[in-house]
């Protein structure tokens, strides 16, 4: 079968980032796939055929970028690029070394590969950027203000960089995901409010790529949340 395009995937080794890599391995990509945890890596590349992996480890972004590069020279390119690396934490006494790990990943490192694909884009001329942000990115949260803030981030820096190819005229998608309750190790806790499996999570991210959303909710319905939350915030989140 043909290959339809190259997509790399940041964060590939668990959750929606594996379940991606797997989703559009099986639609007929080749596959990039980079991760901190290397071992984890080389488990899913041996059940992906034609996939090529990179340990990266985003809280050295230069590192990070440099990787990124090298993985888009071997594979010949990349059309799609999705970073879902990423990583938080319930912090309600504020535990300063929570809050910097969660600034490293989301913010810094999110950042920098971010910058390193839409550059590289902007040289090809064309591709699709990905981003996994998440419905927290509206409003503020007491018991994971880190978490949250980057999120916010997130969707912000995406937003930026949608204003950004506007103005070049260039044919660059820019879609900022948005998920509410995933089932991965990053949703602690015993809520199960609307909780997708990050199978569902990713089909439904798939969808998003393929119509070249700006941006989604996922599941759909947290398009509901997302309405609310943008008009109640301050009544809602901060009696």
């Known amino acids: 079968m043909e290959s339809k395009g190259i997509a790399i995937i940041v964060g590939a080794s668990s959750g929606i980032g594996e379940a991606l890599a797997r989703l559009f391995a099986a639609e007929g990509y080749r596959v990039g796939m980079c991760a901190r945890r290397g071992e984890l890596l080389l488990a899913l590349q041996s059940e992906i055929s034609g996939s090529v992996v990179r340990q ?36 309600p006494e504020l535990e300063w070394h929570k809050e910097k790990a969660t600034i490293d990943v989301n913010v810094t490192g999110f950042c920098a590969l971010a910058n390193g694909a839409m550059k590289y884009f902007m040289e090809r001329r064309q591709g699709h950027l990905v981003a996994i942000s998440s419905v927290a990115a509206l409003f503020g949260s007491p018991r994971a203000p880190a978490y949250n803030a980057s999120k916010a981030f997130v969707s912000t820096y995406m937003e930026g960089l949608k204003g950004k190819v506007r103005r070049l005229h260039l044919p660059i998608t820019i879609t900022d995901i948005r998920p509410g ?23 439904q991210i798939y969808e998003a790529i393929r119509k070249k959303k700006a941006c989604a909710y996922v599941t759909r319905r947290w398009r509901l949340v997302g309405w609310l939350a943008r008009i109640l915030r301050h009544s809602l989140f901060y009696r």
Request: glycine share 8%; charged share 20%.
């Open 181 to 203: 309750f995933v089932d991965t190790a990053m949703a602690q806790g015993p809520n199960i409010f609307w909780m997708a499996s990050p199978e569902e999570a990713a089909r």
């Open 56 to 91: 990266m480890d985003v809280t050295s972004p230069d590192e990070a970028v440099e990787t990124f590069r090298s993985l888009v020279a071997e594979m010949g390119g990349a059309d799609i690029v999705v970073v879902s690396a990423g990583t938080g934490f319930i912090n």
